[in-house]
């Protein structure tokens, strides 16, 4: 090796590490913006929202003089300035304020009803993807037949019926009528007493407690409200599928593996859903985060006390730690899946690996 | 053959499937025997510290697990019984009230119960000073002379000193609210957190406020075991009540905010009693033989007001003609069937001195001849500020349609409920249609805030409803002021029917109904009944067959 090689190479290195310092700066710089922007708009929709905080607080009936002093005592009277500048000042030193509707720290109320969410969407999810997949390539490989027809039937169903009434329908069949699954709630009152959350998956806690009776009772819980927003996650994973199937199935590699006389299955399960699969984990990926967001409806008519109820709740009584509390984890989860979802398709997508 | 062709996408499906099944396979729904569990929507719930606590759902848990000097009696609203107090004196002034405790009383913890645990709950309530602090210190406690006023003469005798001499029923109604619970001192002292003092609060400590906001010191019946916000709440038989003991083991409320959803656990059997019915699944509650339902009438009264600020409305003519353009008949049979009774006074029926009269029909033509009486004979538009919630809403749109019959336009301004109280607090309304409980079983309670109002200023510092409506009424505010200090309970009670006559007539409220409250409840529960406001929906005498 010569000299002007190695120093080359150094040079190339030296370019290299610093190519990779700008990008992580230049990710920072987004991700603070990004959250900045995010809290000064929560915080001053929150402020001009025309409901009195201090009335959720301390109610309808209270007298004057103690209302003039939670004002006081939550800073409601001081500037917005000073007030949003109050909150990030908090915020950074990792105090994300009280709830004025529970009076716990907004992060001890989120640590409880996040995992109930975070449970329900990932067997959400799983579900849509066991039964999405699978119809999505029926539909490409069968295009134009009766079974593409269903899967699209199926597909604008998902989209179109509200959740809601689907969601007491769904109890009304499989709980009131038929007995097959669990009512409303996490968990029957029996285990009130035996059960200790330790995760506050419940599921998994189940698994560490070795408690099955209590298992049995979460997955007979949990089924319906997931199978439900399975569902819609289903009518997006299928119709997405379906459309990157029919766009690899048109490329000449499948003309190739077909002349090289492999079996229809492999062609189409080993080849093109293989392809297929890198651009369908950002679909999954972001159909993961929505449910994450917690779906107010379902978990009203489940009875689930999970993220959306506590959102909606904290909304619409102006308790804005709690809303900005919970936009922040949420915009967290949609940065930090966003960045799995490119990490992965990195890993899996050999002409971005390469490089 | 068939079997040849499964492969291990169609084994997964079928286990799949197996696994769904096997999950709801017996689910044989039943609550346990010694258990109670109700469906409830408890979200209002913030506080479980008497002293600061002023909701519907913690009043009734508050009730059943504390004990208070003196409690309602269920059997005549209009009286009191002993709670912790076996008797109870008062001065020929009517200042001193001297309360002898039942000898031999324990809390839930064991501690001894004492007059000194009843003097500093009447302490930690006033220097707290928390919203329902003012059921105290209207008689005149203050921060300073509460330790005087409120005091322990030996172990079994409590004196409390009042600033006039009200009436006796005022002063002995107004104890049985939950501010007035007795805490154990001894054990809410281990639990105080470290304050710093400030110009509004100038103690070193919080009085165990901090642990209290979930933490349990009380004597009643049942002990609070386990709250979860929006979630559950868990109260265990007290085994140290000096009372009769409950039956039950344990009660649970379980947050369930859908009438529907609730309908559905309680047809299964997953609960015993749903708290949160709407006429619509209360009727097929009640036609199911399994279930029965119970009701009560509740301190909760519902109206129409309407703001004197609005020059039209502030018509004597208009106000009247307002109380004829109500459907009272079609609105009680559908709207608030079963949830409501029509009611056109605004004393709660069993309260002392409530008045039972209802001379307002639905008469269009009288309506419009009081318009024109007004000058408005072509009518008027208005703007009605409404909650988007039942069944407030719905008798919005049918008050704004039998309105329209009189030539009276309204638009109907929808809101979030906070959104909607923020407006009306503000006197920023014409019309509104709201609800008010009482604050305590009293009839001082409604007639404060429904007919007086002391400084009708924009500033004013009492701002009762009769401020909120800009409604200036010097005169009934003395009546008022005087019907507390009658000390003949029959001449109080017949001030009472005087003031909510003189409202009926004139006052720019149109009453419509007392709120009834319902629970569905499964067959094999006996003795459960609601009572006539939430601190008095006793649990006690609840058992399971």
């Known amino acids: 090796m010569s000299h002007t090689e190695t120093q080359q190479s150094a040079g190339r290195a030296k370019g290299r590490a610093y190519a990779i310092a700008a990008s992580i700066a230049s990710f920072l710089v987004i991700v603070v913006t990004t959250y900045l922007g995010l809290l000064a708009v929560t915080f001053f929709i929150g402020r001009v929202v025309p409901i009195d905080p201090v009335l959720a607080i301390v109610g309808d009936r209270a007298p004057a003089h103690v209302m003039d002093r939670v004002r006081e005592e939550m800073g409601l009277n001081l500037p917005y300035y000073q007030q949003f500048f109050l909150y990030v000042k908090g915020v950074l030193s990792g105090d994300f304020g009280t709830s004025v509707l529970t009076t716990n720290p907004v992060m001890t109320d989120i640590r409880r009803v996040f995992p109930a969410t975070m449970e329900l969407a990932t067997v959400g999810t799983l579900i849509g993807v066991a039964f999405g997949i699978p119809l999505g390539v029926l539909a490409a490989v069968k295009r134009g037949s009766w079974a593409d027809q269903i899967v699209r039937v199926i597909g604008l169903f998902g989209y179109s019926i509200p959740i809601f009434w689907l969601g007491l329908l769904a109890l009304l069949v499989f709980y009131a009528r038929l007995g097959w699954t669990a009512g409303p709630g996490r968990i029957d009152v029996v285990f009130e007493y035996t059960f200790t959350p330790i995760t506050g998956f419940y599921l998994l806690d189940a698994v560490l407690n070795r408690d099955w009776a209590a298992f049995r009772d979460i997955f007979a819980h949990i089924i319906l409200p997931a199978t439900l927003l399975g569902y819609f996650s289903l009518a997006y994973i299928s119709r997405m599928t379906r459309s990157f199937m029919l766009n690899e199935l048109h490329q000449e590699y499948i003309v190739a593996a077909r002349a090289k006389g492999l079996s229809e299955r492999r062609i189409i399960w080993g080849h093109a859903l293989r392809n297929a699969g890198v651009p369908l984990i950002t679909v999954i990926a972001l159909s993961y985060a929505g449910l994450l967001e917690g779906s107010v409806l379902t978990e009203s008519v489940f009875a689930w006390p999970g993220l959306g109820l506590y959102i909606t709740n904290s909304l619409q009584n102006a308790d804005m730690n709690a809303v900005l509390g919970g936009t922040i984890v949420i915009g967290s989860v949609f940065i930090a899946i966003n960045l799995l979802s490119d990490v992965l398709y990195r890993m899996l997508d050999p002409r971005t690996r390469a490089r | ?545």
């Open chain 2, 1 to 545: 053959m068939f079997m040849g062709k499964m492969n291990a996408r169609t084994l997964l499906a079928s286990a799949a499937l197996a696994m769904i099944a096997y999950a709801g396979s017996p689910a044989l729904a039943a609550t346990p025997a010694d258990t109670l569990v109700q469906a409830w929507a408890i979200d209002d719930t913030i506080t479980l510290d008497p002293a600061e606590s002023f909701e519907l759902s913690p009043a009734e848990f508050l009730g059943n697990a504390y004990d208070m000097l003196v409690r309602l009696d269920i059997d005549d609203t209009t009286k009191v019984k002993g709670g912790v107090a076996e008797s109870w004196t008062v001065s020929d002034d009517g200042l001193t009230y001297t309360f002898k405790l039942k000898p031999g009383l324990k809390f839930a913890s064991g501690n001894p119960i004492t007059a000194e645990d009843v003097a500093w709950s009447f302490e930690r309530a006033v220097k707290l000073d928390k919203s329902p602090a003012f059921i105290l210190t209207q008689f005149g406690l203050t921060k300073d002379n509460v330790t005087e006023k409120a005091k322990a003469a030996d172990a079994d005798t409590f004196v409390f000193t009042v600033d006039k001499s009200y009436a006796p029923s005022f002063v002995l109604n107004c104890l049985t609210a939950t501010v007035g619970a007795v805490v154990d001192k001894k054990l809410v002292l281990e639990h105080v957190a470290p304050v710093t003092p400030s110009d509004d609060y100038k103690y070193d400590n919080d009085f165990g406020n901090g642990w209290m906001k979930t933490g349990y010191a009380g004597s009643g019946p049942f002990k609070i075991r386990d709250w979860r916000a929006n979630e559950v709440l868990v109260m265990e038989r007290n085994d140290n009540y000096y009372g009769e003991k409950p039956a039950l083991a344990r009660v649970i409320y379980r947050h369930v905010k859908e009438s529907a959803t609730q309908r559905l656990m309680l047809e299964a059997g997953d609960i015993d009693v749903a708290r949160n019915l709407e006429p619509g699944d209360l009727e097929a509650v009640s036609k199911n033989a399994d279930l029965t339902t119970t009701s009560a009438p509740k301190g909760t009264v519902y109206y129409i007001s309407l703001n004197q600020k609005n020059p039209n409305l502030a018509k004597p003519e208009v106000r009247e003609a307002f109380k004829y353009m109500v459907d009272y008949d079609a609105i009680g049979s559908t709207l608030i069937k079963g949830i409501g009774e029509i009611r056109q006074t605004y004393q709660a029926k069993g309260v002392l001195g409530a008045l039972e009269a209802s001379p307002y029909k639905f008469d269009i033509a009288k309506a419009k001849e009081l318009l024109e009486k007004a000058g408005l004979k072509d009518g008027f538009s208005v703007t009605f500020d409404v909650r988007n919630s039942q069944p407030v809403s719905g008798i919005a749109e049918a008050f704004q349609q039998t309105a329209g019959q009189a030539g009276v336009k309204i638009e109907i301004i929808p809101g979030d409920g906070k959104q909607v109280l923020t407006k009306y607090r503000a006197r920023n309304h014409d019309m509104y249609i709201g609800q008010w409980g009482m604050d305590y079983w009293d009839p001082n309670s409604n007639a404060e805030t429904f007919t007086s109002n002391p400084n009708n200023a924009d500033d004013g510092t009492t701002k009762t409803l009769a401020w909120r409506n800009a409604w200036d009424i010097p005169g009934l505010t003395e009546q008022t002021k005087a019907a507390l200090l009658e000390r003949d309970n029959a001449k109080r009670a017949e001030m009472y029917q005087k003031l909510q006559q003189e409202a009926l007539d004139s006052s720019p409220f149109v009453m419509l109904f007392q709120q009834t409250e319902v629970a569905g409840v499964r067959g094999n529960v006996k003795n459960y009944k609601l009572g006539p406001n939430f601190d008095s929906n006793f649990l006690a005498p609840v058992t399971k067959e």
